[in-house]
């Protein structure tokens, strides 16, 4: 996705060189402040081929935790809205939800008492919302829900609530060879439906949660097709994250933002290599464009790693402070 | 990496049109014969924006098993070699080794035992033999491994045995806007250490089986450190590859090569995509320059994948025939 800004220079002026471009503002969305301005010196430091700190664009790895760093989070993740959507869907073929826990939670809304059983109630209906179909058949079923459901506040469809300044950034980065990636932990094959049309990430740069899939030589359809199963195979969260990262991208990033204490590993892990890196909090602060919340929030919980960002001076980014807009138009 | 007939042509003009380059033979290992047309075909049709087969550049993946499609794998896989090796260095520590299987196997060399153990001694010397270290450390013993093990029968280093034709056809996909990956049975970390380098595919576009990380806060040099863990998390081998692909690369390719049973779903699931599908198994036919070896070998056994190339049509590549040359000079 190009910002607005970017798409109208690039249409007036295709062969303008990139250090022309560059000397336009790409973040516009961002107040000029300490935290647009430690981002591009960073980007400008280790772009400069004649600098003791220049990182070769190979290596010029930048991760974003998803929820509540690239878009909403509150009041409820949005992957557990669609869940509680598909449940009340499932619900008649599966009459003993309505009494044991934690679907009558789900059938009657009770998110609070969801969110509060600590990852295992949310993993349950998780697991039993996105199974038992085909892979293709539940990337259809997500596409379908993002177009029609929408934000309970802001009224608008989820995919509209990702933040204007951090599409600037992920374009500003790309545009400076950056490779960008997700590392979430909501579920991969959730977010890769809309990730690349949202935020210009394709499907194999976004990392998450994922459950077992069966592969079957001859579906319904007669084609081969892979079953989704109910059972986690990988928790992409707190330590699960340098994992992940490991795992799927074998580099350690130069670049990470997060928003909660999911992401404090992933911010050490990228903090702890050698040479530059750039590492940095989002801070929900904004009542009324958006929410503010930290340390006491069931949803995107931040406090340890509010801590250890004060400590390591890692950069925190002030939502109302920071951000000139919050949404695009 | 550049073919060194590549890389002349690119140095010599470096502002010669894709369009003039393609018009070079970009497959010059490969014999004018039934394979190379085929692949040349397929290319082409899925590339002319005018053709009703057109793909998209972002949807031009292509998938590629590593041991005896990339690289040799006789007479035992490389990395089993390489697992060996470790085994004696370890051994010294481990005393109970020398009278249990399959360590015990592994240091008289017993590789027959070792292989005929159905996986179970072969994942329990990978595992003993992989662990216990960091990721940064494992990536450094790999390095020095590769750079001065050699192969008993060529007596050249490893990496010097991955297949010329098939070092082109990765060149000359990348050339038409493909993005190559590998999906090996394989550790996907041992084979990130040597897979930018040999085959230019650089580390997050290889999928692979993996052990578990552990991630510490403050490892021994003071700073995060991811452990490796002997227990295994993935195998991403026969039915395992198209759960791999889905889970890391969250998209169907359109072009596949395999040459064993481990790589027969693989193939379906590529196959069974809708619009045009290239799949081909590498058949080992060359005893003089490299093996011959199908149905009884205990490494790359290739059975019931050749049947279904034959019943599906799929492109069988025949070494002996379809090669000009096996390994680059």
């Known amino acids: 996705m190009s910002t607005p800004s970017s798409r109208t220079l690039l249409a ?135 177009a029609t459901a929408k934000h309970p506040r802001f009224e608008r469809p989820y995919t509209e609530l990702a933040y204007q300044p951090m599409l600037e950034l992920l374009d500003y980065l790309r545009s400076q060879s950056f490779k960008t990636f997700i590392v979430s932990g909501g579920g991969v094959e959730f977010m890769r439906v809309f990730a690349e049309q949202v935020y210009g990430i394709p499907p194999e740069q976004v990392i998450g949660s994922s459950t077992a899939t069966r592969f079957v030589a001859v579906g319904t359809n007669g084609k081969p097709a892979l079953i989704k199963e109910p059972q986690v195979d990988f928790i992409n969260d707190g330590p699960g994250k340098p994992s992940g990262i490991n795992r799927f991208l074998g580099r350690r990033p130069i670049f990470a933002v997060g928003n909660s204490d999911g992401d404090l590993q992933m911010l050490q892990w990228t903090a702890g290599g050698a040479g530059p ?31 250890e960002a004060e400590r390591q001076h890692w950069l925190i980014i002030d939502m109302k402070h920071d951000w000139r807009s919050i949404f695009g138009d």
Do not use: C, M
């Open 12 to 146: 007036a002026a295709p062969l303008l060189a990139a250090a022309t471009l560059a000397s336009a503002d790409p973040l516009p969305s961002w107040e000029d402040g300490f935290s647009k301005k430690s981002i591009v010196e960073f980007v400008e430091r280790i772009s400069r081929e004649d600098s003791a700190d220049y990182i070769a664009p190979r290596e010029r790895i930048a991760v974003f935790d998803n929820d509540g760093t690239l878009w909403a989070e509150q009041p409820i993740y949005f992957q557990l809205a669609f869940a509680l959507d598909r449940v009340k869907i499932l619900a008649p073929v599966h009459p003993e939800w309505r009494t044991t826990a934690p679907f009558k939670d789900a059938l009657s809304g009770n998110t609070q008492a969801l969110l509060a059983s600590d990852q295992k109630g949310l993993l349950q209906v998780i697991a039993a919302s996105h199974s038992g179909i085909t892979t293709e058949d539940f990337n259809t079923i997500v596409g379908s829900w993002l």
């Open 277 to 307: 890196r750039f590492v940095a909090l989002l801070h929900h602060t904004d009542t009324d464009r958006e929410y503010a919340y930290d340390r006491y929030s069931q949803v995107g919980k931040l406090d340890k790693a509010l801590d």
